[in-house]
């Protein structure tokens, strides 16, 4: 089992900048990749971004490339979103995921997940 535990979430004016944590706990070694996924109210949950455990592999949803960054630090299990040039809709619930198995795309399958930071992008 992995545990995830999200933070850094909040209010903030369009333009300007957020940077989420996750934390991962439990079987970390299982972890092929992390990502990090929203909702916004009455829409699906969609992909944002993701990186593999290695951090070899990056993976962007068009909507946020450019102005997201995804890293990691694997001495602290934790995986980051730094977010830039936030929009008024960029406002959701993130959620972070943890994947064991490899596939050939970054974005289905996953695993475990956190219970959700909200962001608000104020205009």
């Known amino acids: 089992q992995v545990q995830l535990v999200e933070t850094g979430g909040g209010l903030v004016q369009a333009g300007g900048s957020l940077r989420l944590s996750c934390a991962a706990s439990g079987h970390t070694f299982s972890i092929y990749a992390m990502g990090w996924f929203r909702q916004a109210p009455g829409k699906e949950r969609e992909f944002v971004a993701a990186?593999?455990?290695?951090?070899?592999?990056?993976d962007y949803a068009d909507s946020v490339k450019g102005r997201f960054t995804i890293s990691r630090d694997n001495a602290k299990n934790t995986v980051y979103l730094q977010m830039n040039s936030l929009k008024s809709e960029d406002t959701a619930v993130y959620y972070c995921a943890a994947k064991y198995s490899r596939t050939y795309s970054l974005r289905p399958d996953y695993n475990y997940w956190g219970q959700g930071t909200q962001v608000t992008v104020s205009s």
């Open positions: 990186i593999t455990w290695s951090g070899a592999t990056t």
